[in-house]
């Protein structure tokens, strides 16, 4: 009976003992090979139920954790990746947003703007049209700083006395 994890050209005599030393090329193939490998070797110690478990010397004990522990970093690995691809995902997903958010007309940048509009930002002085009266200013309106007065000022402009 053949065994799977052999290739065509081996038999599954003594000394392959179900082990298949052909190192793949792909980092994902060595991955799944070397985890095919540790499980090969656990399968072989302790048994397919673990039986086998009981018997084992410390020696052999560590060699099944070791193994294990192994199998234990890869998977952790392989999710910690995973979960890096999904952040990174979104990351792009947020980027592709905020990119068509700032690229629409009216923000961060102008937009299509009116013939007049235009002519204000070449450097035309905006003029009011002519309907429009001036604009009469009261004294201290266009003050950049605000105006400081008493109580007693205050009140003399409702024509009462404090």
């Given at each position: 009976m053949s065994n799977p994890g052999l290739r065509s050209d081996q038999d599954a005599g003594p000394e392959h003992n179900g082990l298949v030393f052909e190192v793949p090329n792909d980092e994902d193939r060595v991955l799944d090979y070397t985890l095919r490998q540790r499980q090969a070797i656990i399968v072989s110690m302790t048994g397919e139920e673990g039986e086998d478990l009981k018997g084992l010397s410390p020696r052999e004990l560590d060699v099944v954790l070791a193994a294990l522990d192994g199998m234990d970093r890869v998977a952790l690995g392989r999710k910690r990746l995973k979960s890096e691809n999904i952040?990174?995902?979104?990351?792009?997903?947020?980027?592709?947003?905020?990119?068509?958010?700032?690229?629409?007309?009216?923000?961060?940048?102008?937009?299509?703007?009116?013939?007049?509009?235009?002519?204000?930002?070449?450097?035309?002085?905006?003029?009011?049209?002519?309907?429009?009266?001036?604009?009469?200013?009261?004294?201290?309106?266009a003050d950049i700083e605000a105006a400081q007065m008493n109580v007693d000022t205050f009140m003399a402009g409702f024509g009462t006395t404090g």
């Open positions: 952040a990174l995902a979104n990351q792009a997903a947020a980027a592709a947003m905020i990119a068509r958010i700032l690229g629409a007309p009216g923000i961060g940048q102008a937009g299509q703007r009116p013939a007049q509009q235009a002519d204000a930002l070449q450097g035309a002085i905006p003029m009011l049209p002519p309907g429009v009266p001036e604009p009469v200013l009261v004294p201290g309106e």
